[in-house]
């Protein structure tokens, strides 16, 4: 769930103008999964902006200081998510780790890369939350490490309702700044987009597997 309409308007803003979103209703793209979107988001462009990054760093450690306050650490998902907890890390002088959906074949074969405490209560942080199976397979895997984790946050959300089923499965609330309904509000406001595809959007994402099929 967005936890700040106003600050979701903001990161809508930044998305749509650093082209972090892209929307071509009219001009679809194909995701790697082989699903027809006529959206596709890349937040890892963020990093380029140093205001931008700014703004997404102070309003995630907003988050997760107003959602969970008491959070001793956090774990950025690899790997879009480690540049975003580090900075999250950084700003609030906790611990950072990150964790991949699986173990490392070689090695340490380790699965969590940092040196972080047991008792620690950790926040997992991704930088988009799309069918939320690799998040909640990252979160699950610092549980099973051993580690309770509070929850999870994120930049941005489509908003499917399969993601919001993995979380309830898992038993780990997210919380996002921005999600799909608020960027597409914004993009109509901003003229990115017209009213009229305004209903394409809005189908695509009713059953984005079989869209455009």
């Keep these: 769930m967005v936890y700040d309409e106003k600050?979701?308007?903001?990161?809508?803003?930044?998305?749509l103008e650093r082209k972090a979103v892209i929307l071509?209703?009219?001009?679809?793209?194909?995701?790697?999964?082989?699903?027809?979107?006529p959206i596709y988001c890349d937040n890892r462009k963020?990093?380029?902006?140093?205001e931008e990054?700014?703004?997404?760093?102070?309003?995630?450690?907003?988050?997760?200081?107003?959602?969970?306050?008491?959070?001793d650490a956090v774990v950025g998902v690899a790997t879009a998510g480690i540049a975003h907890a580090a900075l999250i890390g950084d700003y609030t002088e906790k611990p950072m780790a990150y964790a991949r959906t699986k173990a490392k074949e070689h090695g340490t074969k380790s699965?969590?890369?940092?040196?972080?405490?047991?008792?620690?209560?950790?926040?997992?942080?991704?930088?988009?939350?799309?069918?939320?199976k690799s998040?909640?397979?990252v979160a699950n895997g610092?549980?099973?490490?051993?580690y309770q984790v509070l929850g999870m946050i994120a930049i941005f959300s489509y908003g499917f309702s399969i993601a919001e089923e993995a979380s309830r499965n898992a038993g780990i609330t997210?919380?996002?700044?921005?999600?799909?309904?608020?960027?597409?509000?914004?993009?109509?406001?901003?003229?990115?987009?017209?009213?009229?595809?305004?209903?394409?959007?809005?189908?695509?994402?009713?059953?984005?597997?079989?869209?455009?099929?």
């Excluded at 963020?46 to 140093?50: K, V």
Aim: hydrophobic share 40%; glycine share 6%; charged share 20%.
């Design 142 to 146: 610092v549980k099973e490490a051993g």
């Design 135 to 137: 998040s909640m397979l």
């Design 174 to 213: 997210f919380y996002t700044l921005c999600d799909y309904n608020l960027l597409i509000e914004e993009a109509v406001k901003m003229n990115y987009i017209q009213h009229h595809e305004v209903e394409v959007l809005k189908e695509w994402r009713k059953n984005p597997a079989e869209w455009g099929v």
């Design 111 to 132: 699965l969590i890369e940092g040196n972080l405490e047991k008792e620690h209560k950790v926040v997992v942080v991704e930088d988009l939350i799309s069918t939320g």
């Design 7 to 15: 600050t979701g308007q903001q990161v809508a803003n930044i998305l």
């Design 46 to 50: 963020l990093l380029s902006y140093p």
């Design 24 to 37: 071509k209703p009219s001009n679809p793209f194909t995701w790697a999964s082989g699903w027809k979107s």
């Design 53 to 71: 990054r700014t703004f997404i760093k102070l309003a995630l450690s907003k988050l997760i200081n107003s959602v969970f306050p008491d959070f």
